[in-house]
């Protein structure tokens, strides 16, 4: 080979090194699913995080599609948390097998908030011991295909013993579906707060027309995960009617709301 052809190809070498380095660079968007631990028959949540690209994160519509294992998950639900909730109610569809999403709007999302949503996944209570359930999409597209994305993929391990969860970011700000709904006698409610979220909390019962019915929790609470029921009754003693029911979480300025049925 001539000293030309070598130099040729020694450039050719680097320039495909350099392309190779440019594509490991090239993803605006860095998406990233948990690797943690849990037991059969635990409900685990499933914070979908997006890092910002260097100007903002600039999204118009989101389309995923999160594949599961129905061998291993009974359910799915996605949470009202996220910038998934930008433009409204977005499309969910959450089954055993996967959860779809996709929300589109005419304003960007520019804000530095990196929770795309939470995913709520109910493991079977005869789920094998052992078994290693990847978290990772069929497809994640933002605005259609721009910006690029990669994606960092997670791990759901199921074990004996408590759910681990590693702490690598901030915990969602969630509201959960009222369970049982509908109530006839009792209802429960989880929520979720952030490290930055532990002041002026407050949990509040409304009718459809806004009135205020009772106050299940106000004040400050450490970050973290929380509950508490409600026995249909007023803050008066007096047991509500039957009918739709709103229960508002909020805190910081944000707020999130879940409907629920009282039945006699």
Known sequence: MTPNGTKLRALGAALLVAGIAAGARAADLQVTLPTFTAPPGATVLVPINVSPAPNGLGILSIDLRLTLDPAVIQSSQSLSDGFLQTWGAPYVNAT??????????????????????????????????????????QHILFNEGTPSVAVTNGLLRIRSGGVDVPRTGPLAFALEPVSPNPAARIARFAFSLGGTDAAGVNLEIFTLDGRRVVTLAAGELPAGRHERTWDLRESSGRRVAPGVYFVRLECGGRHLQRRMVVVS
């Open 96 to 137: 055993s097998s996967f959860v779809a999403e996709a929300a589109a709007g005419s304003t960007p999302v520019t804000s530095t908030q990196t929770l795309l949503n939470t995913v709520q996944l109910v493991i079977k209570a005869g789920a094998v011991i052992g078994t290693d359930m990847p978290l990772q999409f």
